[in-house]
């Protein structure tokens, strides 16, 4: 991980590094203010005044102080912080090449970004703190440590070094061991996700067994990785933590005999008494800013191999509005296997076009190159090659309609609205086209729907999905299979509603119901030819 991604992670947060900084120091030096005057005072020949009393307790709780803003601070920084850092990765998720997105699957993504975005919490909440105030009560105790005996300070100062390739040496295989637990435990709970979100599936099943079966191996699987890194993170690290804690109990045992012999003045049992749980509580702290860097590494390689490595190829070009789409033997490459289909055709406004064409012949994978979904070749939009188009400014006049809508656990309006309120002009016009006829006899439009669909019918989810495309402004209308597995009345409202937004428009359908083929003016045969190896199976 190079230092340019530290140097941007702090000047983009400039001022709370700063404020930070300012107050870990204040309260490391509160926190060691005790041992430095004993230490300053015993050397002076007037003696302990009892002055000292007061300010070592106004000190103590100027540091309490400091440490409490200091916790409010970061926390209110934290929810800004972790807001912006999830969306900038959704973003790059959402910027993800399509084959990329849905062969890495999408649980699994957001379970990675997730991880990603609490680890850079931990590390620039905890962690950048935890350096600088162990860097400054190392230095101080070290200091401490030399006042009392040079041989002591000899002592801790070549520990410093012990515990930095003590670690560099574990974190070699920490990391290994870290990336297989990130990955493992978001393979784990895309299975769960994926396995539990079907409540019909699930409350099919006789008995709990059967569940059991699918989803509780891989969880066992992931916590006994999860159990590998931490015997092995905390077990090397103990042997360290163990060199530590015998070098500190035996310069306990020596100050002890020196002030026996009276080698040593009795005060300095007291400054020893502090320092030196100084010194090992900020080494261990380091140990913990380590580990906490790693998990930081091994997510920021997610990001860098998986998000940014998959990005989608875009077109320089503009586009205001889609007049005509050609079609002159599209190609693209799915893996290692080319795709080319005999298709040569040009489509312009008013037509309403039905794709024809046997299962698997690739009509769905067709339709997905006018949306750039994959990179292709032989088609033309406006007579320009759909690769030169940027993917914004097409898909914005393109309105998609798969087989399966998405429905949000949201209001009715909401969900037409993909997140935001409808105007009243809006709902009318919905309303007068009668495609949520059905549906608005038993709900209004605040009634809250929830995830899947669980409370709508088949066809009422595909009423939805056409209402929300009634209020898109486009050139293009693609309907994948939109009426596949729903009723005939929904079906035919749907090719209705269609029709009377086709004026003007292109039209582009699948479905597997010929009938539906009397609502087309222009007619598509699908072919399409394969050459190459094909894709092997995941891993
Ligand atoms: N993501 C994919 N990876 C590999 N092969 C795929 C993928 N998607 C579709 N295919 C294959 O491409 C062919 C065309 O699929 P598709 O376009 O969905 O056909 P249609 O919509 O005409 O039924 C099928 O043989 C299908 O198995
Ligand atoms: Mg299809």
Same mark, same amino acid.
């Given at each position: 991980?190079?230092?340019?991604?530290?140097?941007?992670?702090?000047?983009?947060?400039?001022?709370?590094?700063?404020?930070?900084?300012?107050?870990?120091?204040?309260?490391?030096?509160?926190?060691?203010?005790?041992?430095?005057?004993?230490?300053?005072?015993?050397?002076?020949?007037?003696?302990?005044?009892?002055?000292?009393?007061?300010?070592?307790?106004?000190?103590?709780?100027?540091?309490?102080?400091?440490?409490?803003?200091? %916790?409010?601070?970061?926390?209110?920084?934290?929810?800004?912080?972790?807001?912006?850092?999830?969306?900038?990765?959704?973003?790059?998720?959402?910027?993800?090449?399509?084959?990329?997105?849905?062969?890495?699957?999408?649980?699994?993504?957001?379970?990675?970004?997730?991880?990603?975005?609490?680890?850079?919490?931990?590390?620039?909440?905890?962690?950048?703190?935890?350096?600088?105030?162990?860097?400054?009560?190392?230095?101080?105790?070290?200091?401490?440590?030399?006042?009392?005996?040079?041989?002591?300070?000899?002592?801790?100062?070549?520990?410093?070094?012990?515990?930095?390739?003590?670690?560099?040496?574990?974190?070699?295989?920490?990391?290994?061991?870290?990336?297989?637990?990130?990955?493992?435990?978001?393979?784990?709970?895309?299975?769960?996700?994926?396995?539990?979100?079907?409540?019909?599936?699930?409350?099919?099943?006789?008995?709990?067994?059967?569940?059991?079966?699918?989803?509780?191996?891989?969880?066992?699987?992931?916590?006994?990785?999860?159990?590998?890194?931490?015997?092995?993170?905390?077990?090397?690290?103990?042997?360290?933590?163990?060199?530590?804690?015998?070098?500190?109990?035996?310069?306990?045992?020596?100050?002890?005999?020196?002030?026996?012999?009276?080698?040593?003045?009795?005060?300095?049992?007291?400054?020893?008494?502090?320092?030196?749980?100084?010194?090992?509580?900020?080494?261990?702290?380091?140990?913990?800013?380590?580990?906490?860097?790693?998990?930081?590494?091994?997510? %920021?390689?997610?990001?860098?191999?998986?998000?940014?490595?998959?990005?989608?190829?875009?077109?320089?070009?503009?586009?205001?509005?889609?007049?005509?789409?050609?079609?002159?033997?599209?190609?693209?490459?799915?893996?290692?296997?080319?795709?080319?289909?005999?298709?040569?055709?040009?489509?312009?406004?008013?037509?309403?076009?039905?794709?024809?064409?046997?299962?698997?012949?690739?009509?769905?994978?067709?339709?997905?190159?006018?949306?750039?979904?994959?990179?292709?070749?032989?088609?033309?939009?406006?007579?320009?090659?759909?690769?030169?188009?940027?993917?914004?400014?097409?898909?914005?006049?393109?309105?998609?309609?798969?087989?399966?809508?998405?429905?949000?656990?949201?209001?009715?309006?909401?969900?037409?609205?993909?997140?935001?309120?409808?105007?009243?002009?809006?709902?009318?016009?919905?309303?007068?086209?009668?495609?949520?006829?059905?549906?608005?006899?038993?709900?209004?439009?605040?009634?809250?729907?929830?995830?899947?669909?669980?409370?709508?019918?088949?066809?009422?989810?595909?009423?939805?999905?056409?209402?929300?495309? %009634?209020?898109?402004?486009? &050139?293009?209308?693609?309907?994948?299979?939109?009426?596949?597995?729903?009723?005939?009345?929904?079906?035919?409202?749907?090719?209705?509603?269609?029709?009377?937004?086709?004026?003007?428009?292109?039209?582009?359908?699948?479905?597997?119901?010929?009938?539906?083929?009397?609502?087309?003016?222009?007619?598509?045969?699908?072919?399409?030819?394969?050459?190459?190896?094909?894709?092997?199976?995941? &891993?």
């Amino acid at each position: 991980m190079g230092g340019r991604f530290m140097k941007d992670l702090i000047l983009k947060n400039k001022k709370f590094v700063l404020i930070t900084l300012v107050l870990v120091i204040l309260t490391s030096v509160t926190a060691t203010i005790t041992p430095i005057i004993i230490q300053a005072v015993t050397n002076q020949t007037t003696g302990m005044s009892k002055n000292i009393f007061g300010i070592v307790i106004t000190a103590m709780f100027v540091s309490f102080a400091l440490q409490f803003a200091l %916790l409010i601070y970061r926390q209110n920084y934290a929810a800004k912080f972790n807001t912006e850092h999830i969306s900038s990765l959704l973003r790059k998720m959402f910027e993800m090449k399509y084959d990329a997105y849905s062969k890495l699957e999408p649980t699994y993504l957001i379970n990675r970004i997730v991880t990603a975005v609490d680890s850079l919490y931990l590390f620039m909440l905890s962690s950048l703190e935890g350096i600088t105030q162990a860097t400054f009560i190392i230095a101080v105790s070290l200091f401490l440590a030399f006042s009392v005996h040079w041989v002591i300070f000899v002592v801790l100062l070549l520990l410093i070094p012990v515990n930095y390739f003590g670690f560099r040496f574990i974190n070699k295989r920490l990391k290994q061991k870290m990336e297989a637990m990130q990955s493992k435990s978001a393979i784990a709970n895309k299975d769960l996700v994926s396995t539990l979100s079907n409540v019909d599936n699930i409350k099919q099943f006789s008995d709990y067994r059967t569940l059991e079966n699918i989803v509780v191996p891989s969880l066992g699987k992931m916590y006994r990785t999860l159990a590998n890194t931490n015997k092995f993170a905390q077990g090397s690290s103990s042997i360290i933590d163990f060199i530590n804690q015998l070098v500190q109990t035996l310069i306990y045992l020596e100050i002890t005999y020196s002030i026996t012999q009276q080698w040593l003045p009795i005060s300095t049992i007291v400054i020893i008494g502090i320092a030196l749980p100084l010194f090992f509580n900020s080494l261990r702290k380091l140990t913990e800013v380590n580990l906490s860097f790693k998990t930081l590494e091994t997510s %920021l390689d997610f990001v860098k191999n998986e998000l940014d490595h998959n990005k989608e190829d875009d077109g320089p070009q503009q586009l205001n509005t889609i007049e005509s789409i050609s079609f002159d033997n599209p190609a693209f490459k799915l893996g290692e296997l080319n795709f080319r289909f005999f298709v040569r055709k040009q489509l312009s406004k008013g037509e309403v076009v039905y794709l024809r064409g046997p299962s698997g012949s690739g009509k769905s994978s067709l339709l997905k190159l006018l949306l750039k979904f994959r990179h292709s070749h032989g088609i033309h939009i406006n007579n320009t090659p759909i690769e030169m188009i940027s993917n914004h400014s097409l898909r914005s006049r393109i309105a998609y309609l798969s087989q399966h809508a998405t429905i949000l656990s949201r209001s009715l309006q909401e969900n037409i609205g993909f997140g935001r309120l409808l105007t009243e002009e809006e709902k009318a016009y919905i309303e007068q086209s009668r495609i949520l006829a059905p549906i608005l006899q038993s709900k209004s439009w605040e009634t809250l729907l929830m995830e899947n669909g669980a409370n709508l019918s088949g066809g009422e989810k595909q009423r939805i999905a056409i209402a929300r495309m %009634l209020l898109k402004d486009a &050139d293009v209308y693609i309907l994948d299979e939109s009426t596949s597995s729903i009723d005939q009345a929904s079906s035919d409202d749907i090719f209705k509603t269609m029709l009377t937004m086709a004026k003007d428009k292109i039209v582009i359908y699948t479905s597997h119901d010929s009938e539906s083929v009397k609502y087309a003016t222009t007619i598509i045969s699908v072919e399409t030819e394969r050459s190459g190896e094909p894709i092997t199976s995941n &891993d």
